[in-house]
């Protein structure tokens, strides 16, 4: 039997992950970095998941991830 190396995306999944983009997003703010890209990218991602297009949210909240990893000093 062949198996998938990416599980399925739930809702259950995304809603960690948006917990987790929270987190970090608050402290890179709480520390001066421009988060507007990350924002962006999270937004993206909600609307995505409120069309239950959760595969499409989860690629989403990859990217703000990375934008929060990327994000410059102000």
């Given at each position: 039997?062949?198996?998938f190396n990416n599980?399925?995306?739930t ?24 988060i ?5 990218f999270?937004?993206k991602?909600?609307e ?10 989860k690629?989403?909240l ?9 994000a410059k000093?102000?």
């Open positions: 039997m062949f198996m599980p399925a995306v809702k259950e999944k995304l809603l960690q992950r948006f917990s987790d983009l929270k987190i970090q997003y608050q402290e890179k703010k709480a520390q001066g970095y421009d507007s890209e990350a924002e962006n999270a937004r991602a909600k995505a998941s409120d069309r239950k297009d959760y595969k499409r949210a690629e989403f990859d990217k703000a991830f990375e934008a929060l990893e990327m000093f102000l």
